[in-house]
């Protein structure tokens, strides 16, 4: 990771040599069993390695193949070719631990009949009923009401959706997602729907997050200025079919603020973010 001030360096362990999550020559052709001119390739050649607790994002033009990308990772979706791997282990495989990785849509997924709490529980309820639960309930109810106060939400526990803005009701989708400690956070625009100003205090609290949980988050976006914001690492996908035009390393120092949206340093890297789209033109 760049310039990280703000952690303290890793243990050493038997998987240290792996990156957390490879993306190892990728194509995606949907109807790849159709007529040529019916098929579409989304991705091409996609080659990347994100490391352990690192912060990448990923931009590019509408249609290029991001969220297909995102959901490749997740297991969702099948490489045509390549392969995905997370924690050395490809994501198709049956050797892979599903509960490996959270993933945040660009809506709130939260029940409306459901309070806060029992929200954020709801991904424990659906991996028992898969057999995938490693502890008792009474673990996740206490992992619950920690993560509660982690993002934020503190005495809204009892409340429901109906009764929590935009950006509280997102807080509750991040909990869900991390309720069963996953290694990888995948997070597909989540603040997308959001105005400006909670979109700007949910990137810091995000990154708070971050920092406290030591996750690796690969993080889908269409805002350039979020994408430096938040990240390491930015990779910027082609128009389709998409493929990594540039990998920009985000050298601002942690932990970041408001303030760090003014610097020389943010403006210098969001014009040359910006600047790549607007020879795409």
């Known amino acids: 990771m760049n310039n990280q001030t703000n952690k303290e360096p890793e243990m050493k362990d038997d998987t240290a040599e792996c990156s957390m999550i490879s993306f190892n020559d990728i194509d995606k052709v949907y109807g790849e069993d159709a007529p040529a001119e019916e098929s579409v390739t989304a991705l091409k050649g996609i080659d990347i390695d994100i490391e352990r607790g690192e912060f990448v994002s990923v931009v590019g033009p509408s249609g290029c193949g991001k969220t297909t990308l995102l959901h490749m990772t997740a297991g969702i979706l099948d490489a045509t070719s390549g392969s995905v791997e997370i924690n050395g282990v490809d994501v198709q495989s049956p050797q892979h631990e599903r509960k490996e990785v959270g993933l945040v849509f660009q809506h709130p997924v939260a029940l409306e009949w459901r309070t806060v709490r029992k929200n954020i529980m709801l991904p424990v309820q659906i991996l028992k009923e898969n057999g995938a639960i490693d502890h008792d309930k009474e673990y996740y109810r206490d992992r619950a009401e920690e993560l509660i106060s982690l993002v934020g939400l503190d005495g809204f526990a009892n409340a429901y959706p109906n009764e929590l803005s935009g950006g509280m009701q997102q807080r509750v989708t991040i909990s869900q997602a991390l309720i069963y400690n996953p290694s990888v956070l995948l997070m597909d625009e989540p603040f997308g729907s959001l105005d ?84 795409l033109q």
């Open 196 to 279: 400006a100003m909670t979109k700007d205090d949910l990137n810091i609290e995000l990154l708070r997050i971050w920092r406290e949980t030591e996750k690796t988050i690969l993080f889908i976006t269409h805002d350039l200025d979020e994408a430096i914001f938040l990240s390491d690492r930015v990779v910027v996908l082609s128009p389709r079919p998409g493929q990594v035009a540039e990998v920009i390393d985000v050298d601002l120092e942690r932990p970041r603020d408001e303030d760090t949206r003014g610097s020389e340093r943010f403006v210098e890297l969001s014009a040359k973010l910006h600047q790549h789209f607007k020879r």
